[in-house]
């Protein structure tokens, strides 16, 4: 089955799905792998790391893929975008931080921008440096957000916003957003389609400890929070209005809502946290994803969960 919209006839694909660009997640096997199936992958650019770029663009073997960025690191390293505009992706992500400084030369590469935003005055400005997609993230989505809009409010919100500002410019759903019922809500609600991350990352081609899946796919969203414990022991200098949602652990149980006495424990702290990536131990390790974990109970290729998703969505549209 297919599921037409703007969003495939735009970038010519076969489903209104793209992979989250997710931080050292969303790799070249994985964004390959949902290209192939007929959505859009985009790599996950991150705190930006030119080598980790450079071997996961190679990894996707050439297929047409995207990069997503974090916008307030890549201001510390501008380098990394000429560096990922020389392989011709099929799109460029910005999210949390400043379009201006970047979308000037994405647009003059000839390659469309997608902006997440998190509220419609961020929307405002996106729409105003020529953003063509706007992606609508509620905080029910893991990883890093606002956490102040639902997914289910904030997209008609997003749609009816762009339909009178910017006709042509489109909108995604993301947040929640983990099997066919999503992206059928999401199509029902006005989106082009969706933007997926925490589905992804319980994927066999997602860099991801698979210890880590097995955990999560036991969890409900109730078991998850937004926090920020883990960019602390990370020392990540995110903008205080962002936050993340992760999956609950001891350590996050610990330390959430005790910042001062975190910071004044922190050499311990990060030491403990470092040993515990390095054994792959989620009682401290972090995982970061959404709400919908809920929805998730197997670990599956990234092709069969786009085909899937489809044809779920499908079905429910065409009733």
Same mark, same amino acid.
């Given at each position: ?73 890549? !201001?510390?390293?501008? *380098?990394?975008? *000429? %560096? ?28 469309? %921008? ?14 105003? +440096? ?39 410019? %489109? +909108?995604?759903?993301?947040?929640? +957003? ?21 589905? /992804?990352?319980?994927?066999? *081609? ?13 969890? !409900? ?29 001891? /350590? ?13 424990? %922190? ?5 403990? /946290?470092?040993?515990? +990536?390095?054994?792959?131990? /989620? ?37």
């Amino acid at each position: 089955m297919s599921l037409s919209t703007r969003l495939t006839e735009f970038f010519g694909i076969a489903h209104p799905i793209l992979l989250a660009p997710m931080a050292g997640i969303s790799g070249g096997r994985l964004a390959a792998t949902v290209s192939s199936a007929g959505g859009l992958g985009l790599i996950g650019g991150g705190y930006g790391d030119a080598d980790w770029l450079r071997r996961e663009f190679d990894l996707a073997a050439g297929a047409r893929v995207g990069c997503g960025f974090i916008t307030w690191s890549l !201001s510390r390293s501008p *380098e990394l975008l *000429e %560096l990922v505009l020389s392989w011709r992706p099929a799109a460029i992500m910005l999210s949390f931080g400043d379009l201006r400084p970047f979308a000037g030369r994405i647009h003059q590469a000839g390659i469309p %921008l997608i902006a997440q935003v998190q509220t419609l005055d961020q929307a405002r400005q996106a729409v105003a +440096v020529g953003a063509q997609i706007l992606v609508a993230q509620g905080g029910e989505a893991g990883g890093h957000g606002m956490g102040i809009r639902s997914t289910f409010t904030f997209v008609p919100d997003l749609v009816d916003f762009a339909a009178e500002r910017s006709a042509e410019t %489109l +909108v995604l759903a993301a947040g929640g +957003v983990a099997d066919g019922r999503g992206l059928a809500a999401a199509v029902a609600l006005g989106a082009d389609g969706v933007l997926v991350g925490t589905r /992804f990352w319980a994927s066999t *081609e997602a860099l991801v400890s698979p210890l880590a899946q097995q955990r999560a796919i036991q969890a !409900s969203g109730d078991d998850t929070l937004r926090t920020r414990v883990y960019d602390v022991v990370r020392q990540l200098d995110w903008p205080v209005e962002y936050d993340e949602r992760a999956l609950r652990n001891a /350590f996050v149980d610990t330390w959430h809502g005790n910042d001062a006495a975190l910071l004044d424990g %922190l050499p311990g702290a990060i030491d403990l /946290f470092e040993k515990a +990536v390095a054994a792959e131990d /989620f009682d401290i390790a972090a995982m970061l994803v959404g709400e919908a974990v809920a929805l998730i109970h197997q670990v599956r290729p990234a092709s069969e969960i786009v085909h899937e998703m489809v044809g779920e969505a499908a079905r429910i549209l065409n009733r």
